[in-house]
């Protein structure tokens, strides 16, 4: 099959789930044989040409540039990266016409849906929409920016993607239509990667990514308010304001860190990653990120969380988001009207967790191997499954989630293997893990 991806955000982002999960649709579709090219914007909102560069060398990219656009290649995905995003569509248009796509995956973290529309007008039978967050779905009750247009335009999408069951079920009440639940998309890689075990019960903060009025900054400030001894850390992200930033540097036992291209940069100097969220994450594939490392996670009852815990972190109450204002904060979003929070809950799961080492470490051996597990089970072959039936069925039928997420063909084979990379030593995993990386940047 030939695939095109387009997205409003960069295909080189080394942070941020959208991106990282298109990517890896991307790769995975270019493993299987299938010829893909990813047209995006080359520098996004925040961010420098330094960074820009800097993650085309992470990725092996020794782009050419030539009229406005970078072209090369990264594991086998063909990239047109556009200089200037207000030319996006135009070039996207000609792309379209001449690499002939069988497929355009469109990314949906775009509210103005500009994206979809043009590629809908080029063929609404091979159009896919890969949704992430649902705030930026122009329907529902949690749509930031609400349009009839909008709602018509993904539903005229040949087939809606989602990352798992909440979303899925989501999109149903909100407007009616089956999504397909791609697992890879909150996995983030093609392969299973054995990470390092980075629990630090001894050392390390108490760790939140992305802290904001949506992502639960109310409930991360309170427990460092309340815990003076134990230090906290935030990484700022895009839903981070000004007054976010106020917030956090007015607390003596906080440090406010920059994201990493590599988490174990971030995560090797956690104990505790908080996922305090009061909007409904469409996943929460920070959770997955923390887990995989042995990171004990205690996360909001609320939304994907709910589902990307895989039923072994600790999941704690929240007040969730219900309005926001009729105003627009410094990360260009709604600003939330955030509920009074109680954070005695979060306390108790806190102090328990910093202070009985034997709980500590049976968490983070039990969540570590639950999400080894999870992954060993998830491909982009169920995808790319859907993909040629429906090319197969022809313009008329609408993709649908009855072909459910992950096939059962290989499971006795990844049973297998995940009980076979359990019984390694710590020696031999570590020799594998550099084998694995290795491979993933393409040395001998």
Known sequence: MRIL??????????????????????EGFAEKGHHVRAVTTAIDKNRTEEQ?????????????????????????VELRLIEDVSQLRRFLAKEIDEFDPD?????GEEYTQNLLALALAKGPERVVYLAHTPQFLPFGSESFFPSKRGAELVKSSRLIVVDGWFFRDYVREACGIDSFINSL?????????????????????ILMMNP??????????????????????????????????????????????????????ILRNARVLLMPSLW????????????????PVLASDHGG??????????????????????????????????????????????????????????????????????????????????????????????????????????ADKKKKLGANLRALSPKQKAMLRKKLEAQRRGDS
């Open 5 to 26: 991806l387009t997205m409003q955000l960069a295909y080189t982002r080394a942070y941020g789930g959208a991106t990282r999960s298109n990517r890896c649709i991307c």
């Open 52 to 76: 820009f560069q800097h993650e085309l060398a992470n990725l092996g990219v020794r782009p050419k540039f030539k009229d406005g656009v970078y072209s090369g290649v990264a594991n086998d």
């Open 103 to 107: 497929w355009v995956l469109v990314g």
């Open 185 to 205: 998309g909150a996995v983030h890689e093609t392969h299973p990667v054995l990470y390092p075990n980075l629990a630090n019960f001894d050392r390390g903060r």
């Open 212 to 265: 904001s009025g949506l992502k639960g900054i109310a409930i991360f400030v309170g427990l460092a308010s309340a815990c003076p001894d134990l230090p906290f850390a935030a990484v700022p992200g895009w839903a981070t304001t000004v007054e976010d930033r106020k917030q956090l540097e007015a607390l003596p036992n906080v440090e406010i860190w920059q994201n990493q291209p590599s988490l174990d940069d």
């Open 280 to 295: 409904a994450e469409g996943y929460g594939t920070s959770i997955l990120d923390a887990m995989r490392r042995g990171i």
């Open 305 to 410: 969380p709910k589902e990307s815990t895989l039923g072994v972190a600790q999941l704690l109450p929240v007040a969730p988001i219900k309005k926001y204002m009729n105003e627009i904060d410094d990360s260009l979003f709604p600003m939330p009207i955030v509920p009074p929070q109680d954070i005695r809950p979060w306390e108790d799961a806190l102090r328990r967790l910093v202070t009985d080492r034997d709980y500590y470490e049976k968490q983070s051996e039990l969540l570590k191997k639950t999400v080894e597990d999870f992954v060993l089970g998830v491909s982009i072959d169920p995808f790319e499954a859907v993909l040629l039936k429906m090319g197969q069925e022809g313009a008329g039928e609408r993709g649908s989630a009855q072909a459910t997420p992950e096939k059962t063909v290989t």
